[in-house]
């Protein structure tokens, strides 16, 4: 298995650009996701349930970083061919089911992950209103079905510094945790 550690993770990185296909039908890229203060990149899957775990989370936090000049977007980067169930059509119904207040969009080659240095799904990715990476990690739930304790909100509070003051936490979640599907290089 190859090393966890990526260059694309160090802070001040810029965003790297996509243009992708959404479950609306409609191409995104970084320029018609970004806000003002900032933005979320998620890579995220719907089989891992890890993820079924956290859906209201997330979808909290997302709703209320908006305020704050946030935007969101979820960028779905699994195998459809070894994941049937990550397919683009099933991935209409799993972005219908849980009503996500965000862009939710497919990578089918998985190439952009790669590129953002995620590991598997779901990754998170903070940059500041000029798309320089600030915040990089996971939530853990230790591939349990259950949500970890709901104590500090390291996401939120992440990305809130962000955008008062252009800089993440020093103290970053590690990107380690779930099963790592295709970065066996």
């Not at 243009?19 to 970084?30: A, E, F, Q």
């Not at 956290?54 to 305020?67: A, G, S, T, W, Y």
Request: proline share 6%.
């Amino acid at each position: 298995m190859a090393s966890l550690e990526t260059p694309v993770c160090e802070f001040g990185w810029k965003a790297i650009d996509f243009d992708l296909l959404g479950v609306d039908g409609k191409r995104y890229n970084l320029a018609s996701c970004k806000g003002k203060n900032g933005l979320l990149l998620m890579f995220i899957c719907n089989h891992c349930p890890y993820v079924k775990a956290v859906q209201d989370r997330i979808i909290r936090d997302v709703n209320e970083l908006k305020p704050h000049g946030i935007n969101t977007i979820a960028i779905m980067s699994n195998d459809s061919e070894s994941y049937p169930e990550d397919s683009f059509p099933n991935m209409k119904l799993i972005a219908e089911k849980f009503s996500y207040p965000f862009p939710y969009v497919w990578d089918e080659t998985q190439e952009v992950a790669k590129q953002y240095g995620a590991v598997c799904t779901p990754d998170f990715f903070g940059f500041n209103s000029d798309l320089a990476l600030q915040y990089h990690g996971r939530l853990d739930a230790s591939r349990k079905e259950a949500a970890p304790p709901d104590v500090q909100r390291d996401l939120f509070e992440a990305m809130v510094q962000i955008a008062k003051t252009g800089r993440g936490p020093e103290d970053q979640i590690s990107s380690i945790g779930c099963s790592i599907k295709w970065r066996t290089e």
